[in-house]
């Protein structure tokens, strides 16, 4: 009887938050430059993402809570890696992690500051993606989706053509197209060109393929560093670049 009284409420808490989500994004919310694909994207997913992130969460907690202890013990404070990215409409957030990294000494820069920097239980922590369980607190807010285009540098913004800049045409995601076709281990342009179809084909059944495939790369830790870069190198732009979203 407790156990079942648990999910109860955990389903109550985030059911209420998802309704309360889709409402505000049905009544005050939708300014997006996109023309939504069709109901599912319309009327359900901003919901039905903040009634998973928040289930997630509540959930989760144990774990973010041991990760936080591990994060503090072994890199210190803070415990959060936070930074601003652009998400719909290009709309600056500030988006959430787990640190993974050691503070950069002086002078300090570049891929080879990162590879040094990067401590093995950071390694651990991305090779399993756990490092990103606090963008959870981020969908909740809004800011992201659980599917969509992942959120990069807001550098980045006037490098984009016409094309690539589509995809801030709708939230940024936990998880995306072009991360279960490849993720750190495909070009630039390739991962565009997998974000903007998605943007285009935003579905239930897509979204949940997405996130079953997701698990899958997980599991098999396919795609996690581009190249003999710890992390992907950096994005300087493709033809045509310069026409971003209007914020």
Known sequence: MIILWIVFSIVII?????????IYEAVCNNNSLHTPYGPYERFVKRGLDAFLATGAIIVLFP????????????????????????GRNGKIFKLYKFRTMLPPKEGQSGPESDA????????????????ELPELINIIKGDMAVVGPRPLLVQYLPRYNAHQARRH??????????QVHGRNAI???EKFDW?????????????????????RTVLKREGIS????VTMTEFMGS???GEVLKK
């Open 187 to 189: 070009s630039w342009e």
């Open 169 to 178: 045409e709708v939230r940024p995601g936990f998880t995306g197209l072009a």
């Open 14 to 22: 985030a059911l209420t938050v998802g309704v309360i989500a889709g």
């Open 116 to 131: 040094q920097r990067l401590t093995a239980f950071g390694k651990k922590l991305r090779a399993t993606s756990l490092d």
């Open 63 to 86: 774990i973010l809570l041991i990760i936080s202890i591990l994060v503090c013990a072994k890199l210190g404070s803070p415990v959060f890696f936070t930074q601003d990215r652009p």
């Open 195 to 215: 974000d903007v179809k998605y943007v285009d084909h935003i579905t239930f059944k897509g979204d949940v393929k997405i996130i079953l495939d997701t698990l």
């Open 239 to 241: 033809d045509n670049a």
């Open 226 to 229: 581009g190249g003999e870069s």
